[in-house]
């Protein structure tokens, strides 16, 4: 099969043909049709997330089938051409998504106390675990989710860490009626629906001068968008920030009304800067999200339909995963950025 592999922090992902994966007991053999392309590739890229045993396969938002009884031989003589689209095509396989938590121990204190996503010897896929930077790849079964019925592949994929990973953030803000944004790619078109669906108002804050990403954010009903140097109309509820950023936290902070929360929603973020007390003071508060639970995962792939949320994705060829990696750190694409095998 082809992939593209992690080799060293600092290096470009390489194509490469390997030996096809075998599934092992509780196991599930994956034939990948899309792989949605995140910031934390990025992080693990630059070393600022550390890939403990290289070379590795990246990618952690899966949309694939199931590979009937294991076998890859046996499913690439039988599949069909993907239909139009993205509907699910490998032959008799159903159809899955594979997220960023790919094995827990189910044994720890926080296995065991329903907070598995600080579980201490998870593995998480496309760091620990191959991931779906390839057209095949083995996942643990307990961890697979069925996609909802109406989202071809490439509009799934960002479901599986934009919207799990940004669904449990907004979880963090309670009944916040005005929510910040702080950075508006995957993650916050995606929420940004949830929210008009519940009645939520958001005011969208992206690189100053990126004019492209704010009028991106109004289209899909921000009451507010600007650069994140400046003050929003009204005082926030909460704020969550996606951009790996430790400057914002003190700008989120002065944003919020008395009582509100930021949410750091990043696996990394630069150093946060120093900022005066007054700045916390009236019980407001900062907290960070980490990973996701299956529990996280199960409600958000029902609650997804219902919105019903739709993602705005740009299409790479397998061979094409640098340019995307490249192009989402430029941000040159709104939304979200998905490489199909």
Known sequence: MRAMIFEAVGRPLRQVERRTPSAGPGELLLKVHACGVCRTDLHLLDGEVEIASPPRVLGHQIVATVVPDGDAEQDAGQATEQEPGGGAAAAGGRRVGVPWLGWTCGE????LSGRENLCLRARFTGRDIDGGYAEYTVADERFCFPIPEGFPDLQAAPLLCAGLIGYRCLRMCGDAERVGFYGFGAAAHILIQVCRSRGQEVFA????GDHKAQAFALELGA??????DESP????EA?????PDGSLVPLALRALARGGTVVCGGIFMSDIPAFPYSALWEERVVRSVANLTRADAEEFLALAPRVPVRTTVSEYRLEDANDALADLRAGRFSGGAVIVP
Request: glycine share 8%.
């Open 233 to 236: 109309p009204e005082e926030l």
């Open 205 to 208: 804050f992206t690189r100053p």
């Open 223 to 228: 009451v507010w968008a600007g650069g994140s």
């Open 239 to 243: 704020a969550i920030i996606f951009a």
């Open 108 to 111: 720890c204190v926080y296995c």
